[in-house]
């Protein structure tokens, strides 16, 4: 962050939010298909679909009035406009039939009036080509109605439809001083026939599921076994068979609960099915959806290990940490900036838990906003960071890389390579401000460097906007240096109403996917208005982070993380976030340092560890690691070589991509011993538990 580097704890006096926005300026909200209305952003308008509403209606932040998530909407149906809500659109079949529905709940006397709800189909994703809508309405009387009342229909798609929104509002509504009423669960779901799963979990219409999820259900009774169908769209799982892209596997029916494990992408719907086998034969299940958060990245209510306001041993803020792991054995490295008797300077850390952080030394006085990578290659460290020109002054500011080669420089502070680029894109757009870097990929040589940046334009609104820049040659000492703005990203918060500063932060992969942390500020000068985004380059879209404390803190920049090895020995995804004054809660101002464990290891067994009597060609099945693609398996009757086997030892039973092995045939009375590596996406191998099981004796013949 340039435009107005911050003090840990800066006040601002700042007018009254509806002054700003006006006084029928709405909080911002989602409110999507299939769910409960979700907090978008505490400033701005809403985004994403079209609105109106009157200065009475708002978005109720009350959980006891909420049916479903934390929030509903709270409507004023006194109001003579007539305030109407309208969902984002939602792809739906020519010809299939929905269930639309939705809840409502009066918390104050109503003359007469009616909760309305349309669903309006469209040929394509654009106004200009309706296709008719469907209604759905409930009376509402005069008395106050304590509980939530549910109002449905069953509607079909017209003939060349293919897109559906869902609106909701008021009509024949009462004139009189009150009549305040609240709407939940808004939901378009397909209508289909199908046996139902014995308590399914996740259960139909869960939003904010996790990414390392399980599904699991009840074994139904003379269930041989499952198929299990799941993929993103419906239609697909809905017609899936055995060896479609969405059949997971085929799983026997071997314990009162079939569980499995799924690792997902964020923000995200999914569709699932499990087809019980009877005879032999298939019976369909029915589809049921969910969507994924990024629960990783925004739980610190409880996640593993948690500090707020987290400081280094000489007291000092631990402003912007970046973490890597100490490729020297346990442990962690850290780099931070703090101001110093009103100067910025950089500065290193080591930790043996995350949490706790011993400062070694200033890396740099006059700089800010660093930036640290380990290159396993030349066993250096590269360090990119943002320069003053001057002592206490953040004009000029230019992006600055050195070059450590090795740990020991490193502490040192000893850098071989240092390269000031020259600036660029700020110069471009009248200004002389450029910094905030981040690693975006190094290659494996260090002979190319991607990095995001911020640069301040001053000819486009005096903001702070995204650039991208190429550093070449660094460590073999003959550095080049190109740029370009970086316009997707600019657009996608531009779009998002977050048109103040904006900015990447900190790239990673987690499960095999590409992901990134940025910032966007929706009013400048604001330093309440922060908040994180999630940045998915794949699929080139820009999530809002709704990251929860204990104190309900709202304003957050300044976001690291990564995937690192845990305190515990296991793996863990590590964020580090700075809560601003202006929208913190209660102790959580400052760097907040969080991480939650991932489940490593192979986990679950069946058959159950220590079983007996167990078939002479057992099907081996577990919930398999988080991230883990790839499952290498072992089994023999000597639990010393099982536990020291390798891929070439005769007790390797084979490489399987789902959490499901058939055995060889065994010995009857035996006792066995497996294990099972789990291999990450990243080609890290986890080696598994031991467990063993003993085999039914032989039929002993007449």
């Not at 740990?407 to 020259?422: I, M, N, Q």
Request: aromatic fraction near 10%; charge should be neutral; charged fraction near 20%.
């Amino acid at each position: 962050m340039m435009d107005g580097l911050h003090p840990r704890h800066r006040l601002l006096k700042r007018l009254p939010l509806l002054a700003i926005l006006g006084a029928g300026a709405a909080h911002g909200a989602e409110l999507i298909l299939n769910g409960s209305i979700e907090q978008h952003h505490g400033l701005g308008l809403p985004f994403a679909w079209d609105f109106r509403k009157n200065a009475g209606s708002k978005v109720n932040a009350d959980p006891a009035f909420a049916r479903s998530g934390r929030r509903s909407l709270e409507l004023d149906f006194s109001a003579a406009d007539e305030p109407a809500w309208d969902s984002r659109r939602f792809r739906v079949s020519p010809g299939r039939r929905y269930r639309a529905r939705f809840f409502y709940r009066v918390t104050q006397a109503l003359s007469s009036g009616k909760a309305l709800a349309s669903v309006r189909w469209w040929a394509e994703d654009s106004s200009s080509a309706a296709r008719g809508q469907s209604l759905l309405t409930g009376r509402i009387g005069r008395s106050e109605t304590a509980a939530w009342v549910e109002v449905s229909t069953s509607v079909s798609t017209p003939p060349g439809a293919h897109y559906a929104e869902l609106h909701v509002g008021g009509a024949e509504t009462a004139r009189g001083p009150r009549g305040r009423i609240h709407l939940d669960d808004f939901s378009l779901e397909p209508v289909e026939a199908g046996t139902p799963l014995g308590s399914p979990e996740p259960a139909d219409g869960t939003d904010g599921a996790s990414l390392y999820t399980i599904l699991s259900w009840n074994t139904a009774p003379g269930a041989e076994g499952y198929h299990l169908y799941l993929g993103t769209d419906f239609e697909a799982v809905l017609a899936a068979g055995p060896g479609a892209r969405e059949h997971v596997l085929a799983l026997p029916a071997i314990s009162p609960r079939v569980r499995h494990a799924a690792t997902l992408a964020p923000y995200t719907q999914y569709f699932w099915r499990a087809d019980a086998i009877r005879g032999g034969k298939p019976v369909r299940g029915e589809v049921l959806g969910f969507a994924t958060s990024c629960n990783l990245l925004e739980d610190l209510v409880g996640p593993s290990g948690l500090r707020h306001d987290a400081r280094d041993s000489e007291g000092v803020g631990l402003d912007t940490l970046q973490i890597i792991e100490s490729p020297a054995g346990p442990g962690y490295i850290g780099v931070y900036h703090h101001s110093i008797r009103g100067e910025f300077e950089v500065r290193l850390a080591t930790s043996t838990d995350l949490l706790a952080w011993t400062y070694r030394r200033t890396l740099l006085p006059n700089a800010d906003m660093p930036a640290l990578a380990y290159h396993a290659r030349t066993g250096g460290f590269l360090l990119a960071h943002e320069q003053w020109g001057k002592p206490k002054s953040r004009s000029p500011s230019n992006l600055a890389f050195r070059f450590y080669p090795s740990l020991e420089a490193l502490l040192a502070g000893a850098s071989a390579r240092d390269f000031l680029a020259p600036l660029t894109l700020a110069s471009a757009h009248g200004s002389n401000l450029e910094g905030t870097p981040s690693f975006l990929a190094i290659d494996t040589e260090g002979g190319r460097i991607d990095v995001g940046f911020h640069f301040f334009d001053a000819h486009g609104g005096r903001v702070d906007r995204n650039g991208s820049g190429v550093l070449e040659g660094l460590i073999a000492g003959s550095p080049s240096w190109r740029t370009s703005v970086w316009t997707d990203l600019n657009d996608a918060f531009i779009a998002k109403e977050a048109r103040a500063n904006i900015g990447d932060r900190d790239h990673g992969r987690l499960f095999g996917r590409s992901l990134m942390l940025a910032e966007g500020q929706y009013i400048r000068n604001d330093f309440g208005s922060w908040r994180a985004w999630l940045w998915d380059p794949a699929r080139e879209e820009l999530f809002p982070l709704h990251p929860r404390t204990r104190g309900g803190s709202t304003a957050f920049g300044n976001m690291t993380w990564g995937v690192l090895r845990s305190p515990g020995g296991g793996r863990a995804v590590c964020g580090s976030y700075f809560i601003f004054s202006e929208g913190a809660g209660k102790g959580e101002a400052g760097q907040a340092i969080f991480y939650h464990e991932l489940f490593s290891r192979a986990r679950e067994p069946w058959p159950p560890d220590g079983a007996r009597g167990t078939a002479l060609e057992p099907r081996l099945h577990w919930l398999g690691a988080a991230g883990a693609g790839i499952h290498d398996v072992y089994l023999g009757s000597d639990a010393a070589l099982v536990a020291a086997a390798t891929r070439t030892s005769p007790e390797y039973l084979g490489r399987f991509t789902m959490p499901l092995a058939v055995s060889r045939r065994l010995d009857p009375d035996t006792a066995y011993t497996w294990r099972v590596d789990e291999v990450l996406e990243e080609g890290t191998v986890e080696a598994g538990p031991a467990w063993s099981f003993h085999t039914a004796p032989a039929t002993q013949k007449r």
